[in-house]
């Protein structure tokens, strides 16, 4: 079975999606579809603009939904997914190419998702750091010690686990974790502690217009962040898109669940490649590939 997944922020790069717009009228009229539907052209950030420009919250996350879902669009009839998964934003993604959302309500939440989340973060400082070497139950366990707002947030694979909480707690599990033997703790240079309790204006922002989107039968399961077993069931999908922001990203148990139920391939739909290294970092010998617009 063919397992298509979707990355989330981080994945930007500058003159993403130029090839789709120039080189497919579909492509062409969605990202159009989307200048109107955000207010601003995106695409004059995305295909020329400045690297500063493109990590605007506001810009980041629907710019690599856009890359990720008018690919999927474009890819046309070899585009068969049998599941599906998204890495924190990439969910939203995944949720337009298995019909759960329609493109112009997917784009809609996403830039709901990163407004709610960036006045989050300017209500208080706060951070993320990855931690690499040591097992996840080692970076719970640093987490729990730590005073202050300091969780687990992203399980990414195996050995390389994400902390997102207040700047002090974030620091001092850092120090907690090199003294249990990590090999690096690393602040990353985000806006703000996504996916921990300091979402949770976010969250609260984001429900309200979850609540009143219209979510469809999907096509096939997706493998939700939260709970990493296979959906299908559009009201579950809703509750567990809303517990999202504040809740970890487990994406290294979605994929070893994925695996148990079958995927023998692994397809990344959007810009970069970060979830197939991940994916090889969960099993070397899945076979992983990126898709492509010809």
Same mark, same amino acid.
């Given at each position: #079975?063919?397992?298509?997944?979707?990355?989330?922020?981080?994945? /930007?790069?500058?003159g993403m999606g130029k090839d789709l717009y120039n080189n497919s009228?579909?492509? !062409?009229?969605?990202?159009?579809?989307?200048?109107?539907?955000?207010? %601003?052209?995106?695409?004059?950030?995305? %295909?020329?603009?400045?690297?500063?420009?493109? !990590?605007?919250?506001?810009? *980041?996350?629907?710019?690599? %939904?856009?890359?990720?879902?008018?690919?999927?669009?474009?890819?046309?009839?070899?585009?068969?997914?049998?599941?599906?998964?998204?890495?924190?934003?990439?969910?939203?993604?995944?949720?337009?190419?298995?019909?759960?959302?329609?493109? @112009?309500?997917?784009?809609?939440?996403?830039? +709901?998702?990163?407004?709610?989340?960036?006045?989050?973060?300017? +209500?208080?400082?706060?951070? #993320?750091?990855?931690?690499?070497?040591?097992?996840?139950?080692?970076?719970?366990?640093?987490? =729990?010690?730590?005073?202050?707002?300091?969780?687990?947030? =992203?399980?990414?694979?195996?050995?390389?686990?994400?902390?997102?909480?207040?700047?002090?707690?974030?620091?001092?599990? $850092?120090?907690?974790? !090199?003294?249990?033997?990590?090999?690096?703790?690393?602040?990353?240079?985000?806006?703000?502690?996504?996916?921990?309790?300091?979402? @949770?204006?976010?969250?609260? @922002?984001?429900?309200?217009?979850?609540?009143? *989107?219209?979510?469809?039968?999907?096509? $096939?399961?997706?493998? /939700?962040?939260?709970? *990493?077993?296979?959906? &299908?069931?559009?009201?579950?999908?809703?509750? =567990?898109?809303?517990?999202?922001?504040?809740?970890?990203?487990?994406?290294?148990?979605?994929?070893? /669940?994925?695996?148990?139920?079958?995927?023998?391939? %692994?397809?990344?739909?959007?810009?970069?490649?970060?979830?197939?290294?991940?994916?090889? !970092?969960?099993?070397? +010998?899945?076979?992983?590939?990126?898709? &492509?617009?010809?």
């Amino acid at each position: #079975m063919k397992a298509y997944v979707f990355p989330g922020q981080g994945a /930007q790069f500058v003159g993403m999606g130029k090839d789709l717009y120039n080189n497919s009228e579909l492509g !062409k009229e969605l990202f159009e579809r989307a200048n109107d539907i955000l207010g %601003f052209r995106i695409t004059d950030i995305m %295909f020329d603009g400045t690297i500063e420009e493109l !990590k605007q919250t506001k810009v *980041t996350q629907p710019a690599i %939904f856009l890359h990720s879902v008018i690919l999927s669009k474009v890819i046309g009839d070899s585009f068969k997914p049998e599941m599906v998964a998204g890495h924190s934003l990439g969910e939203i993604s995944a949720l337009v190419a298995n019909n759960t959302l329609t493109f @112009e309500d997917g784009l809609k939440l996403v830039s +709901k998702r990163a407004l709610a989340m960036q006045d989050a973060c300017e +209500k208080e400082p706060s951070t #993320m750091a990855a931690v690499l070497g040591l097992s996840d139950e080692d970076v719970e366990s640093v987490c =729990n010690e730590t005073d202050g707002i300091v969780v687990a947030a =992203n399980y990414n694979c195996p050995g390389q686990l994400v902390i997102s909480g207040s700047v002090d707690a974030v620091n001092s599990a $850092c120090e907690l974790a !090199k003294e249990k033997g990590a090999k690096r703790a690393l602040v990353l240079p985000v806006g703000g502690a996504f996916h921990s309790p300091l979402m @949770e204006p976010a969250r609260e @922002e984001l429900a309200k217009a979850i609540e009143s *989107t219209t979510f469809n039968k999907p096509i $096939c399961p997706i493998y /939700q962040n939260v709970t *990493t077993s296979a959906v &299908t069931d559009s009201e579950e999908i809703k509750k =567990n898109l809303i517990s999202q922001l504040t809740s970890p990203v487990k994406w290294t148990q979605s994929v070893v /669940q994925m695996m148990e139920d079958g995927a023998s391939e %692994f397809i990344e739909v959007g810009p970069g490649k970060v979830l197939s290294g991940l994916v090889k !970092k969960v099993d070397r +010998k899945m076979p992983t590939s990126l898709a &492509t617009f010809d």
